[in-house]
């Protein structure tokens, strides 16, 4: 029995698609194909309006962005203004951009190659000129005294939701700041959106606890960013044995004529190589923008490497008290197409401005954040750690009296002997403040925190 796009009238199916068009043009930020769905108000069928934008996408008016039913869809040609981003490019930068914005039928295909990686030598070789290295060092630094990750902490619950949100936008991920907020401190989920949303930001708050917990020994090495996938990965995969293992199959670049490697033993190889090479980088700079471009470049894993790549730029900079990255304000066509440039033209340009700029707005942002904050507890700063461990232990044994055990738990703990009376009374103070949103960074399992919360409302 024909469909009824196939019944339709050419008149009416042109006319769809002029409509398609017509929303998209006016939606700056992309719209899915639900959202097409209600707009048409009937007009075509889900799986219509799906072929119309497989003819679009073909015939380059139309491009795509994400995975799954967070999938947006974008004109090549807005009708409305864009809101200029202030990212200032230059010369080289803007011919590339004008390369890789050109119809995907007029681009060269192009693959993998491996000279990018094989001729790069750490501290020796370089992707960031030194001028934008120094520049970033200047206003990024925090102060290199304190311990590992003692800035990243002192700005932590405005840092989760900044980098959960920026990042997951970057994806497709249509929760606001405010809704992010509410799902990372209350565990609120918003309404409308889908399961795949929610679980996008609940990992990315799980893997910015994870990077400040390990802050100082974190490298970017083969385990960190394999655990790394493997947290921002969780319950987002067809097969689950893929978070935080390299693929063993083919993958394409949508709305891209590059093509990455297929091969797994190279692919294995190649990702080595990447990370002893990201790892042995001495600046912080450079390291991290080594992780921004080369991993999304070879697409190690089977998805999520972007998002990996975004979290593992920050490695460094966490690790050596700079001002975290978090790409907020970041327009996603822009990031999209400077890796682009990256993919299809080896060129690194577009990227290093937008490099520099996201950095400088993290900077202005969180300057003024940590300002209003105050100094932070420096006893907190050294035996964080310590206080943080004995929160879990209470927490695990809500039978036991708090104060009474947090003093019976310090009394072992390997610390200063003068140190334990105010690592118990820290930890004691800091019971109060566990909830749904933060229970992770004690190193809880919910399960655990879900046990406690039971045997408080029986008291």
Known sequence: MPNKSQTMPKKERAGITERILAVLDMATDGVRVIDLESQLKGLAARRTIQRRLDILIAAGQVRAAGEGPARRF?????????????????????????????????????????????NYTPNESRLLPKAVRDRMFKRGVVDGERLAGTYARQIFDRLLIDLSWASSHLEGNTYDLLQTARLINEGVVAEGKSAQETQMILNHKRAIEFLLEEAGNLRPDSLTLRNLHAILADNLLPDPDDAGRLRTRQVWISGSVYEPLAVPQRINEHFL???????????PYEQSFFCLTMLPYLQPFIDVNKRVARLATNIPLIRDNHCPITFIDVPFDEYVQSLLAVYELRDFDPMIDLFDWAQSRSVKRYLAVSQSLGEPDRFRMKYGNDIFSVVAELVRHPEMDPVEFAYQVVHDHSVAGDAKSDIAAHAINELERINEGNFARYGLRKSEFDAWQRYKEKR
């Open 74 to 118: 974008f004109s090549r040609h807005p009708q409305t203004t864009m809101v200029e981003s202030g990212i200032r490019y230059g010369i080289a930068a803007e011919a590339a951009l004008t390369q890789v914005r050109r119809p995907e039928r007029l681009r060269e295909p192009v693959s993998f190659d491996a000279s990018i990686l094989t």
């Open 273 to 283: 190589e990447l990370s002893s090479k990201a790892s042995a980088i001495r600046d």
